[in-house]
């Protein structure tokens, strides 16, 4: 127990600490004013209050993530501790702040053409394929499994058909509505559900003695995954969210436009990021614990470990988040069970396919105050996520988990670009090199050795993936820092 709490401090020191030397090298200034600001058009650029738009992006960037994500990552064991604290501190508050702060600073514009304007035609054209195609694969994830779910606890005509139909009409209406009419004022509350569900089930796995695993214990490291999946990089994919994803940077841009004040971004950003930490480490922690309880008996670290993994591949993650939250808080954890597995995936989809809809028109500088034209892109995209929708939730969720960590090791690049690029010395830049060479590793190397992948052995894959992020370093070092040296005027920018 005293590793979880120590991770739980360590977070909330990053927050405070790195989170503010962050903010203090990219040079906050109060008096700039915002997109939301400057030109508010009544969809999209928005101002709202900041802890409306903290819980807003928190949800936005949360969901199912640090649920799902934790639970199948502390199949490793306490070693996922490491990774949710290091990765949030170090890589995933500094991708989210970055890639908010870019947008906010360049009109609220999306990630992708943010990629483009910085690390060139080419990259940016990967970006831009890359961003929707995992939007897309977010709003197909994230509409057939609430469907389903809902049609096994309703009458039968109700079909999952059924409930696909009314999720993407709900999702029609949060995609193309103002931001204002349903995100603004529903969204907070279920941010505040999150919380609350996750507060619950920390506090139910102290009160009710449940044994958490000290790091420092041999069998930590000496227990292998159950299935014997390798630490490097399998684990780093399956927590994604709940330390580093790329498709928070989908989302920053979003409550970028809504922001009606620089010095607010570490508050929304990083602090958004450094929230869902928590979340993803109190649900790791669950996942570490819980099944070494059972009839009242307490079972070994690796039986309670092999019975995480038994109840993952038999009940999947909803079936797990509901025996937690059962036994931890009552009836009254049914209903924030139901509210997780059904609404959490429910308002992650939508806002996807909302920042889909932003990412096509800034792509095509399409204007989006008229409404005929948001229809025009709006409806077509459902019809695709309606067709698509239709086949096997895991296939598309195992190629989804791939490109969101490609995803956010590009958008790392690109604010390493934009910091040297817009005058922060170099050394600044590191800030955003290290953890970007660190998540191309990782994404190369998974891909190497996934079963989606080439499935090569991990004697092979490790040094791959390790050479593709030298390769990018070297390639960024030399195109950035060196090439354009003399061809870019490096002036921080002003959106007033």
């Known amino acids: 127990m005293i590793t979880f709490f120590v991770a739980i401090a360590v977070l909330l020191l990053g927050y405070f600490t790195y989170g503010k030397l962050v903010e203090k090298i990219f040079q906050i200034d109060p008096a700039r004013q915002t997109p939301a600001v400057v030109h508010p058009d009544g969809v999209d650029f928005v101002p709202m209050k900041t802890w409306r738009i903290f819980l807003i992006q928190l949800l936005n960037i949360a969901g199912l993530g640090p649920i799902y994500g934790a639970l199948a990552g502390a199949a490793w064991g306490p070693r996922v501790y490491l990774w949710i604290v290091f990765g949030t501190i170090l890589g995933g508050g500094i991708h989210d702040f970055l890639s908010g702060m870019m947008s906010l600073r360049n009109d609220g514009t999306s990630v992708a053409e943010i990629t483009h304007t910085y690390l060139g035609k080419l990259v940016g054209n990967i970006m831009r394929v890359f961003t929707f195609v995992l939007l897309f694969l977010i709003g197909v994830n994230f509409s057939l499994g609430p469907a389903a779910l809902l049609a096994m606890l309703t009458p039968s005509y109700l079909s999952t058909t059924v409930w696909l139909i009314i999720i993407l009409v709900y999702y029609f209406f949060a995609t193309f509505l103002p931001i204002d009419k349903i995100i603004g004022p529903i969204y907070p509350i279920f941010g505040i559900v999150l919380i609350i569900m996750a507060v619950g089930v920390g506090g139910g796995l102290i ?231 660190f998540m191309t590793a990782v994404s190369g190397t998974y891909i190497m050795q996934a079963p989606e992948g080439f499935r090569l052995p991990t004697s092979a894959a490790y040094p791959i993936g390790l050479v593709i992020a030298a390769v990018c370093l070297c390639l960024f070092v030399w195109r950035i820092l060196i090439k354009q040296k003399d061809m870019v005027q490096r002036v921080p920018l002003n959106v007033a």
């Open 207 to 437: 009160i009710k003695g449940y044994p958490m695993q000290e790091l420092w214990h041999a069998d930590v490291f000496a227990t292998p995954h159950p299935n014997g999946a390798p630490v490097w990089a399998m684990m780093f994919v399956t927590v994604a969210c709940g330390a580093v994803s790329g498709f928070h940077s989908t989302q920053s841009p979003i409550m970028a436009r809504c922001l009606t004040n620089e010095r607010e971004g570490r508050k929304v950003f990083y602090g958004a990021m450094v929230a869902e930490g928590i979340i993803a480490l109190i649900w790791a922690a669950a996942g570490v614990s819980f099944y070494r309880v059972v009839n009242g008996q307490t079972l070994g670290y690796a039986e309670g470990i092999a019975g995480l993994a038994q109840a993952l591949a038999s009940r999947g993650q909803g079936g797990v988040v509901y025996d937690i939250c059962k036994e931890l808080l009552g009836p009254v954890g049914l209903i924030f069970a139901m509210l997780g597995v059904i609404a959490c995936p429910i308002t992650s989809g939508d806002t996807a396919l909302r920042s889909a809809r932003l990412t096509l028109a800034d792509w095509f500088k399409i204007d989006q105050s008229s409404v005929r034209v948001r229809l025009l892109i709006s409806l077509p995209m459902l019809i695709l996520v309606a067709i698509v929708g239709r086949l096997p939730f895991q296939v598309v969720w195992r190629y989804f988990s791939w490109s969101n960590q490609t995803l956010a090791a590009i958008g790392l690049w690109a604010g390493a670009a934009y910091l040297y690029r817009n005058g922060f010395p170099p050394l600044a830049c590191f800030i955003a090199v290290c953890p970007a060479t």
